[in-house]
């Protein structure tokens, strides 16, 4: 009996929008600001512009002007906002995809949009699969034990992780290989429990025995029967 | 011969400056017998006080009335906190802030209503991918349990035991641009208004 983890990195940046999420998106913001009431901001800038049609107009009188504008310097909404638009060009976000090659599975920075999944590459009989860690199931331990000691056993990963609750989520059984296969023993049953990354450090993982992948591309990686089981509790948005 | 005596007698008493000032003229005043012996100040040599029986009355009196003021207030039921979401404020009723409504052409509100109905259909799929995609991790996982339970009893047990250690859960969900690794975010002053009511 062994007991895995499924390890899921969630998504860091939101996801782009469809085409019709973006339309809908416009009528939206165009519904609400019809049905709206005019702002502080927008009452000032109209009462600007007021001013400004009075003042190139012939027959001005600046008497007739308040008092707190009558031959003033004014910071007028426009310039303000002028000013607001040139610091937020000051300010240089992080791109939202990253420099990081898409093909390269080894790094966790990969798509940022997406939950990601670790696999291990492992020995299994004469073959080299890929798997989610796991590991065998030793006496006087509950199973999520073996889990954490799953994670924790991988070499050269520091993964801090919360597993979310004590039971399993899947389970796939399967036969060992026939020269494999001892007395009592016809296979193993593997039960798979999740798990959330929580913070690590950015150290590139070795290229060929780890692997970050998205849901969609579990099929390259893993055999169809393991896949069918594992696809069916790995939620992805 | 005395007036000299009596001069600089005046003066040494006035250098021992004592706080009661009566000290300053001794031949002037009749309290005073001799500058030599102690100086007892007015109060100590009066008659003892007589303690009026009013006065703890009065006292008491004094506190029943206190506290009986402090009850009725205290019957008062306490003022309900206003709930500032419910209360429109001021701004909203005012007309000058009212938009012009503009026109729609006909082109438009038919495009506004057919792209509403497309997108009500379009959620009802995401909803229900959402819905089939929980059943079927829902059933994955009881199909485990099921297994787990024919493997051993214990370990079935410790797996439906409630984890405690998981709550109070946090995670920084995701927003449109990823962080900036050691980015040093500028100090900012802000003045906090909000009203804090107490009952």
New interface residues.
């Given amino acids: ?1 062994h007991g895995a983890v499924c390890l899921q990195r ?6 782009d929008r469809s085409p ?1 999420e973006e ?2 998106m416009e ?1 939206m913001h165009q ?1 609400e600001l ?1 049905r ?3 702002s502080d901001h927008e ?1 000032r800038l109209l009462e600007d512009a007021a001013r400004m049609s009075r003042k190139q107009e012939e027959d001005y009188d600046s008497d007739e002007e308040e008092e707190d504008y009558r031959d003033k310097e004014i910071v007028t909404a426009q310039d303000l906002e002028d000013t607001w638009e040139q610091k937020l060009k000051q300010f240089q ?4 995809s ?1 420099v990081v090659d898409k093909k390269d599975v080894s790094s966790s920075e990969r798509c ?2 997406d939950s990601l999944i670790l696999l291990v590459k492992k020995d299994v009989g004469s073959q080299k699969l890929w798997l989610l860690p796991q590991i065998q199931w030793q006496m006087g331990e ?3 034990q073996t889990a954490e000691r799953a994670l924790a056993s991988l070499p050269g990963a520091d993964l801090k992780a ?10 796939y ?1 399967y036969k060992y290989p026939k020269d494999i296969q001892k007395e009592g023993s016809v296979g193993a ?1 593997v ?2 429990f999740k798990a ?1 990354l ?1 913070s690590h450090k950015h150290l590139p993982l070795e290229k060929n025995s780890f692997a970050w992948v998205k849901k969609d591309e579990l099929q390259d990686f893993l055999k169809p029967e393991y896949l069918k ?1 594992v696809r ?2 790995i ?1 992805a948005p | 011969m005395a007036g000299i005596v009596c001069h600089t007698v005046s003066r040494i008493l006035s250098s021992q400056a004592s706080c009661s000032s009566s000290v300053v003229a001794v031949r002037h005043s009749h309290w005073f017998t001799s500058v030599l012996s102690l100086k007892t100040s007015m109060p100590l040599r009066a008659e003892p006080k007589k303690k009026k029986k009013v006065d703890p009355r009065r006292e008491i009196m004094m506190k029943e009335r206190l506290k009986k003021k402090l009850k009725r207030l205290e019957r008062v039921p306490p003022e309900l906190i206003p709930i500032e979401d419910f209360i429109t404020p001021a701004k909203c009723f005012d007309e000058t802030r009212i938009r012009d409504a503009p026109k729609l052409s006909f082109e438009e509100s038919e495009r506004r209503a057919l792209l509403l109905k497309e997108w009500s259909r379009y959620k009802y799929a995401q909803h229900q991918t959402e819905m089939d995609t929980i059943n079927e991790a829902l059933e994955a996982q009881r199909q485990a349990l099921d297994e787990l339970k024919l493997e051993s009893e214990e370990l079935y047990k410790a797996a439906v035991s409630p984890d405690t250690d998981i709550f109070p859960f946090q995670h920084e969900g995701p927003s449109y641009t990823p962080p900036i690794t050691n980015y040093e975010a500028p100090e900012g002053k802000y003045n906090d208004i909000t009203r804090v009511y107490t009952q």
Avoid: D, W, Y
Avoid at chain 1, 10 to 15: A, D, E, I
Avoid at chain 1, 93 to 96: D, E, M, N, T
């Fill in positions: 009996m969630l998504p860091v940046v939101s996801q019709i339309e809908f009528l519904m019809e709206s009431l005019l009452l976000p992080a791109l939202r990253q940022l949009a509950t199973l999520r919360t597993f979310l609750g004590n039971a399993p989520c899947g389970f059984k049953k039960f798979f959330l929580s089981q069916r509790f939620m």
